[in-house]
């Protein structure tokens, strides 16, 4: 018919949208991490293997531990949400610990052995941002052989309270010396005493404790910490010190387990990672304390201190670095570089396959050199 477009009937197809609810298999025997290369040229770039690049979305991980503890199940409602994982985990990692007033604060204290203990008293303080359960194992090895033993959560760290910056506590190296020194003081800890320090910020802020207070201290062992002002500053640090990209970073629930595993040849198994995580998980006060803390600390002035302050001549007691030579945040050469600032007082005893958290990675290896130094 003319002025009649005749149109034959076509079979309509659409597109397939059924979205897949299959997870992800991830192999958690696995001690090495996961990479994922984007393309044939990154992987053919060595440069853009190396570098993580700038990644917003910080919550995505490659470890299978810290993947595990945000993957999506198929049913949410039953057991991926908040409130059901902080049910879960909400009384674990508390061992030996219980909660201390001191001033105006309440810290958490792990305690170990007995004041009657025959070989003294260790106190063991932690770095940024972790928390004291990382020398659990370590603590109860040590009190075994006969030591009393003392490891607290840092203001604004694991358990311990987590004051709101402005009100009573602004996380400066002036206000973590002065609060350790009262809880020492309530804690009975009596003078001379072992001192054990590990880690960034709150960690370094442990050593500049001892430079102002020598007569406290009977020997210092020092496992991984920034010591010198050629030890490197991880992205964490730098990134919390970003306006706006700092506050997201810092509630980042997962941060502390990989920041751990970041430093580590190992992956944290997923019992140990949730105690890690409970912190920021359970309120947004840990991770504003680690923000304060990060911004308000001058990272090169501190390890300035450090390093002049125990050379020769300004420091005579004797010194054991305990190092894990896996850490992938301070190079080895950190710890020789201090050791040639003292070579008289300062002994340096390497931990083959252990990190940047020697006590976590291979306790008993810490215990040996501990027992041996002490």
Known sequence: MAGTLLLSPQPLTLPNFS??????????????????????????????????????????????????????????????????????????????????????????????????????????????????????????????????????????????????????????????????????DVLGVKSPFFLVVQGFLVGSYGLTWALKNPSKISKLAILNTPLTVSSPIPGLFQKLRIPLFGEFTSQNAVMAERFIEAGSPYVLKLEKADVYRLPYLSSSGPGFALLEAARKINFRDISSQIADGFASGRWDKTILIAWGIADKYLPQSVAEEFQKGNPNSVELELIEGAGHMPQEDWPEKVVDALKRFL
């Open 19 to 184: 979205v897949s609810t299959k997870k992800p298999l991830i192999n958690s025997q696995r001690a090495t991490k996961l990479v994922t290369r984007a393309s044939a040229t990154e992987k053919n770039d060595d440069k853009s293997n190396d570098d993580k690049g700038f990644i917003p979305f910080g919550f995505v991980t490659d470890n299978p531990s810290s993947r595990s503890a945000i993957q999506l199940p198929e049913t949410p409602a039953q057991d991926g949400n908040v409130g059901q994982m902080l049910y879960r985990i909400e009384d674990k990692g508390k061992e030996y610990g219980s909660y201390i007033k001191s001033g105006k604060f309440r810290w958490f204290v792990r305690e170990t052995g007995s004041p009657q203990s025959r070989r003294g008293t260790v106190v063991f303080l932690h770095g940024a941002p972790t928390q004291s359960y990382s020398y659990r194992v370590v603590m109860s090895q040590m009190s075994d052989a006969g030591f009393h033993c003392f490891a607290p959560d840092w203001i604004g760290f694991g358990f311990s309270d987590k004051p709101q910056p402005g009100y009573g506590f602004d996380y400066t190296e002036k206000e973590f010396h002065e609060e350790l020194d009262k809880l020492l």
